[in-house]
Antibody, heavy 123, light 106 residues
Framework: QVQLLQSGPGLVKPSQTLSVTCAISGDNVSRYSASWNWMRQSPSRGLEWLGRTYYRSKWYHDYAVSVQGRIAIDPDTSKNQFSLHLKSVTPDDTAVYFC?????????????WGQGTLVIVSS | DIQMTQSPSSLSASVGDRVTITCQASQDIYNYLNWYQQKPGKAPKFLIYEASTLEAGVTSRFSGSGSGTEFTFTINGLQPEDIGTYYCQQYHSQPPTFGQGTKVEI
C-alpha cells in the first residue's frame, strides 16, 4: 500500500521560500511509470495543480504557468522522497499543500495523496 | 486552461436520497474526467475515472456519466458517511484542472 507522508513548516515569511517534503513508502520516486505531483488548495484558488516530477532515463519537470519561475520540485532518491520549493512567497500563497502520485504514467489520476500541510505566509 | 464548473455548490439531502452533481467543462474533454471525495481536514480520495469507471474498492452507490462537456456524479441512497465535498477534475489537457467542489450535507 502506497503512503505519502508530508512534512514542513506551517509558517513562512513573505519573500521567503516555502518548502514541503513528501516521503514515499510502498513505491519508488524513480520508478519508470510513476510521476509525483504537488497541488494546493485555498478558498480563493480552489484545488490547483502546481507541478510534477518524473524519471524517464533522466528527471523531467512540468510546472503550472501560475507559479513558473518560482517553483522547483526536487526528487531525493537516497531518501525516496520529493520536495516542493516555492520562492518569493506572498500571502496569496497561503494554502494547504498536497503531494500526490499519478496512478499511471502521467495519467493525471491522483492517487494516493499526502495528508496535506497548511502553510501560512505571514510576517 | 480548461475551466470546470460544478453545480450546485452545496446541497442538503436526507439519508436514502438520490443525489446528483453536475460538472461542465469549458471545452470538449471526451471522457477524460475524474471524481474525488474530500472529507473535512483530509486529502481528496480518488473515486471515478474515465467519467464512469469506479475505482476498486469504492462503493457502488457512487456512479458517474457523461462525455464531451457535460458530466454527472450520482449517489444512489445517500448514507451519513457520504458527507463531504466532491470535485470533478479534467485530464484532457495540461494542466489538470478541478471544479470548485460541491458540498454534500445531510
Amino acid at each position: 500500500q502506497v503512503q505519502l507522508l508530508q512534512s514542513g513548516p506551517g509558517l513562512v515569511k513573505p519573500s521567503q521560500t516555502l518548502s514541503v517534503t513528501c516521503a514515499i513508502s510502498g513505491d519508488n520516486v524513480s520508478r519508470y511509470s510513476a510521476s509525483w505531483n504537488w497541488m494546493r488548495q485555498s478558498p480563493s484558488r480552489g484545488l490547483e495543480w502546481l507541478g510534477r516530477t518524473y524519471y524517464r532515463s533522466k528527471w523531467y519537470h512540468d510546472y503550472a504557468v501560475s507559479v513558473q519561475g518560482r517553483i522547483a520540485i526536487d526528487p531525493d532518491t537516497s531518501k525516496n522522497q520529493f520536495s516542493l520549493h516555492l520562492k518569493s512567497v506572498t500571502p496569496d500563497d497561503t494554502a494547504v499543500y498536497f503531494c500526490a502520485r499519478d496512478k499511471y504514467t502521467n495519467s493525471n489520476w491522483f492517487d494516493p495523496w499526502g495528508q496535506g500541510t497548511l502553510v501560512i505566509v505571514s510576517s | 486552461d480548461i475551466q470546470m464548473t460544478q453545480s450546485p455548490s452545496s446541497l442538503s439531502a436526507s439519508v436514502g436520497d438520490r443525489v446528483t452533481i453536475t460538472c461542465q467543462a469549458s471545452q470538449d474533454i471526451y471522457n477524460y474526467l475524474n471524481w474525488y471525495q474530500q472529507k473535512p481536514g483530509k486529502a481528496p480520495k480518488f473515486l471515478i475515472y474515465e467519467a464512469s469507471t469506479l475505482e476498486a474498492g469504492v462503493t457502488s452507490r457512487f456512479s458517474g456519466s457523461g462525455s464531451g462537456t457535460e458530466f454527472t456524479f450520482t449517489i444512489n441512497g445517500l448514507q451519513p458517511e457520504d458527507i463531504g465535498t466532491y470535485y470533478c477534475q479534467q485530464y484532457h489537457s495540461q494542466p489538470p484542472t478541478f471544479g470548485q467542489g460541491t458540498k454534500v450535507e445531510i
